[in-house]
């Protein structure tokens, strides 16, 4: 204790860093628990409770007869195509001005298939229904941001023809919605009708349940075999986190606390 008081300015340093060390400790720490818990959010955001998904190389997409062989694929229970697109809204002409509005994601869907896969999280309104192709949901920051609401009318741009087309809404999404990509500026619609609106009949990817007890090297081995006809990429909600952690891996790495050696 002699030594300690003989040179306070010393032991006030060494008492500071040993207190600035442990600060870092604890912040690395939480830092790569909050990048981790943010990975799976947006894997479960993103993929949902889809088990492979098999994606489109190509802007022109996957076509009917890839998504008929991944269908009969054994060992594939459940088929969830989308097609997704950038567009923009158009506004009518008492909300119009010439600077360009924010482009917003469309994002086409079997309304029987989906919800299995992705269940949406509504704030007020219903689902999209099978039957009715003019009918739309929206995020509620697209609601705001454009002043629309429920049984109101959004006009999507599209395809030269059949060119802008007006869907009602039926539904407001809770918050930004499912896609961490659209910034929250998000219109589901039903996929005939996207493919409608941008004139296509391939989409964007396909997302697979399982069947029970089914072996999902063995489904990925006969995916593989099936899909000659058109390039793809297929992948996990394992290769997706994977994908996400290395894209913060150096950050990760500056964060991360010194190993004892």
């Not at 818990?37 to 994606?55: M, N, P, Q």
């Not at 062989?69 to 001005?97: F, K, M």
């Not at 899909?227 to 952690?245: F, G, I, K, M, N």
Request: charged share 20%; net charge negative; glycine share 8%.
């Amino acid at each position: 204790w002699r030594s300690l008081t003989a040179h306070r300015l010393r032991t006030a340093l060494t008492v500071a860093g040993v207190a600035i060390g442990v600060g870092v400790l604890f912040a690395a720490l939480a830092t790569n628990s909050g990048i981790d818990e943010s990975t799976a959010r947006t894997v479960s955001e993103t993929i949902g409770r889809a088990d492979l998904r098999v994606s489109a190389f190509e802007e022109r997409g996957l076509t009917a007869p890839t998504v008929q062989a991944v269908a009969s694929t054994p060992g594939v229970a459940l088929v969830a195509p989308a097609l997704e697109r950038r567009t923009y809204v158009q506004r009518p002409p008492a909300l119009a001005s010439n600077a360009l509005p924010p482009p917003l994601t469309v994002l086409g869907i079997d309304p029987t298939a989906d919800p299995q896969v992705h269940p949406l999280s509504l704030a007020s309104g219903v689902l999209l229904a099978p039957k009715l192709e003019r009918s739309a949901l929206i995020t509620d920051t697209l609601g705001r941001e454009e002043h629309l609401g429920l049984g109101d009318m959004i006009t999507l741009q599209g395809a030269p023809e059949p060119g802008p087309t007006a869907f009602k809404i039926v539904g407001l999404i809770s918050d930004d919605g499912p896609l961490p990509a659209a910034n929250g500026r998000l219109a589901v619609i039903p996929l005939g009708a996207a493919e409608t609106l941008f004139a296509t009949d391939g989409v964007s990817r396909l997302d697979l349940r399982l069947a029970p007890g089914a072996d999902p090297e063995a489904v990925v081995v006969a995916l593989e075999a099936r899909l000659t006809r058109e390039p793809y990429v297929l992948s996990t909600p394992q290769d997706l986190a994977a994908s996400l952690r290395s894209s913060t891996s150096g950050f990760g790495r500056g964060c991360r606390p010194p190993s004892a050696s």
